[in-house]
């Protein structure tokens, strides 16, 4: 495992990361919660009914802006899985890996 520090801009904060993964953004400690994409959906259909049944402005902005987030984590996970399925090695894991992928979005979990 390796660490290493960052400063991608002179006078900015700090990035870390750890074993390649970020774990801070310019000084901000960051979070990495594993959700599946049928969870994630879930959550983006929930707070998209939400902001339109919230009456206040500033609790709809702050929905809005949660909803951008995930709505940010789902694009992020599109793009990995197409880098995914370019690098993989060809192989009988790698087939296990299409048939689930596939039969998740087949069946609305993905």
Not at 63 to 79: C, D, M, N, P, T
Request: negative net charge.
């Amino acid at each position: 495992m390796t660490v290493s520090f960052h400063r991608f801009l002179p006078d900015q904060p700090l990035s870390a990361f750890y074993d390649g993964r970020l774990r801070m953004s310019f000084g901000s400690p960051i979070v990495e919660c594993p959700i599946t994409v049928k969870e994630l959906q879930g959550f983006i259909c929930t707070l998209e009914q939400a902001i339109e049944e919230e009456p206040n402005f500033a609790q709809r902005r702050g929905l809005e802006h949660i909803a951008s987030v995930f709505k940010a984590g789902l694009q992020a996970h599109e793009r990995q899985h197409e880098q995914l399925m370019k690098e993989a090695p060809e192989g009988a894991d790698f087939e296990e890996y299409m048939t689930n992928y596939a039969k998740a979005v087949q069946q609305g979990e993905a």
